[in-house]
């Protein structure tokens, strides 16, 4: 490891960057293999269990760690989150005269201007089409503080078009090449995130349902109560014996474990105007390649044209059309698995972030 590496583009020795206990890009590995001194801060959300993480790295190793409070109220959440942020961010500077702070919610930029000595690279991952007085005052804050930072740089084109910076450099997520491939004589299914309306969860549901010769591996923690939807609809469908539902984040072994059992991941997000996802990278599709499952995605997403481009798998304009996808992966899974390991070429976290 040198004394220095361009990261994002700047020339640093020492870095602090949020982080998240999710699919986030491999971000943290990335750094932690070129950054001399690093300082992780993992927040929890606001659905998760326990609190914040803050890591301590020199060298590529670990030489400390504590864990902070989290809230799960709204106010009390992202009081808590601002506090931590910048009390440890100016801890780290102290200590690291070029400190680059990398951050993915505008809150991080607050207070920018008393941090002279601190170079700011707002990672925008978020933007919210709603017109509610929480998303607006999400979207002005980041509108207000992208063009102060040092570096700024949307997740997608989309969210740059919509911030007003359509010149901006986006910055999607990187992946790992797939070690490992699916089954492709297994009639099983994943579906993989954060559980929440909005993302064809019940069309999926639906789905298994109708066709008693698929099961469905359904891994995540649902949000605002949607477990009691998804628990309803199984049961109803008496289909216990074939959809796993933990309703929780399991670690990354063994959801390794379950993708290998399966022969391709869903991911059928709602396509109305108003949902978020039009302007995201979801670590929903990228997660689910880099295991070696070809995704069957819905017509949304600046990832769509990189999905069909490699023939990673099969975006759909309907839920309709799902089994006629499923089939068309059924039968050359082997070309779809080449899919997507050049797809994760594209992408490999090692070269991609580099590439700016």
Sequence with gaps: MTARQTVFGLTTDAVFAQASFQ??????????????????????????????????????????????????????????????????????ARQHESTVAIFEH????????????????????????????????FNAVARHYAPQCTAYHPLTAAIGRAMGFPEAKELMLGVTPPTRFGDPKSNRLLMVGQLRAGQGIENVLDFIAAHCDYTLSLIGAAANGFEHEIAERITAAHMADRVRFPNRFVTDEELREEAAKCFAALALYDTSPDNLTHYADPGKVKSSIEMGLPVVMTRISDIVPFVERFRAGEVIDSPADLPTALEKIRRAPEAYFAGCRAFADHFNCETYYDSL
């Excluded at 803050?54 to 009081?79: C, D, P, Q, T």
């Excluded at 809150?107 to 607006?136: C, E, K, M």
Aim: charged share 25%; hydrophobic share 40%.
């Design 23 to 92: 699919f986030c890009g491999h971000l943290d590995e990335y750094l932690i293999r070129h950054v001399r001194h690093l300082a992780l801060l993992y927040m929890q959300t606001r659905f998760g269990t326990g609190g914040h993480v803050i890591r301590f790295y020199e060298e590529g190793r670990l030489v400390g760690e504590r864990r902070l409070r989290s809230a799960k109220g709204i106010v009390g959440y992202y009081w808590l989150w601002l506090w931590h942020w910048h009390r440890e961010l100016k801890r780290f």
């Design 106 to 137: 505008p809150l991080g930029a607050v207070g920018l201007s008393l941090r002279r000595n601190v170079r700011h690279v707002f990672w925008q991952w978020d933007y919210f089409p709603s017109t509610s007085i929480f998303d607006n005052a």
